[in-house]
């Protein structure tokens, strides 16, 4: 026997009829666009802004920056102009070091003075020769001689060399840039001022007058100390210390003690 079914079979409905769909109506085509001719707009006149002599010395500064290795002498030449010259204020500029930290000139204001120390005191042969730090070492021989020569007069000294105990001397041309640094240095301790000595007692205090200042504070308080110590310099401070004084009896010791410091 057929198994049976658990739920009977239902006949299937007919299919419903399509719509009929509507036609398609055709596309009509666009009406082309008549190309227009542009109008010329005739363009404004911009005045043109004068070029300044801060422009033009610019200019060259920027252009020998890229070759500062060869040409530092005269990128120091511009850097005098500008600053002997004060063309820095047609850029609204009030000073030279702001003129130095614009954007585009970007140099420190260390190298720009050493580049004008250097074109200032030598000639552009003479920068080829020795190159910048050569040169910027005997300015500072220059400037620690005591003789009042000109850094060009060091190009004829003979430089004195240490090496290992021995002393000999070379010519400039021969000597090393570091080997004149120390040159320079050995003369700045050599002729360093001394401070002068200062009379008063007060900067210098004397036995008799730490003696006396302690026996008058002591005539109050019999246990008081009293301790200075002196600072450095050309013009030294004292610094005092008292101990072993009732706090009653504090005002009365200071008194007694301004009357013995001289």
Not at 10 to 26: D, V
Not at 45 to 65: A, F, N, Y
Request: net charge positive; hydrophobic share 35%; aromatic share 6%.
């Amino acid at each position: 026997m057929p198994p049976k079914r658990p739920f009977p079979l239902k006949p299937l409905k007919p299919a419903k009829p399509l719509k009929p769909t509507k036609p398609i109506k055709p596309v009509k085509p666009s009406t082309p666009l008549k190309p227009q001719p542009l109008k010329p707009q005739p363009m404004k006149p911009q005045p043109m802004k004068p070029v300044t002599e801060l422009d033009r010395e610019t200019k060259k500064i920027l252009q020998l920056k890229e070759e500062i290795g060869q040409r530092f002498w005269e990128l120091g030449q511009c850097l005098v102009r500008v600053h002997d010259r004060a063309t820095y204020t047609q850029g609204g500029f009030d000073c030279f070091e702001r003129y130095l930290g614009r954007r585009g000139v970007s140099i420190s204001k260390t190298t720009a003075y050493r580049l004008m120390d250097v074109a200032r005191n030598f000639s552009r042969f003479i920068a080829r020769k020795h190159g910048q730090t050569k040169l910027l070492a005997a300015i500072e021989l220059a400037k620690a001689t005591p003789e009042e020569d000109k850094p060009v007069d060091v190009l004829a000294y003979q430089i004195e060399i240490r090496e290992s105990g021995k002393v000999s001397n070379k010519t400039f041309t021969a000597a090393s840039s570091r080997e004149i640094k120390l040159a320079a240095n050995r003369i700045k301790r050599k002729h360093k001022p001394k401070p002068m000595p200062h009379t008063d007692p007060l900067h210098f205090p004397k036995p008799t007058w730490k003696a006396g200042a302690l026996r008058a504070i002591r005539a109050i308080a019999p246990k008081a100390k009293l301790e200075f110590t002196t600072g450095k310099g050309a013009d030294p401070k004292i610094k005092l210390t008292l101990s072993g004084i009732p706090s009653s009896k504090l005002r009365e010791a200071l008194n007694r003690l301004a009357q013995v410091v001289p």
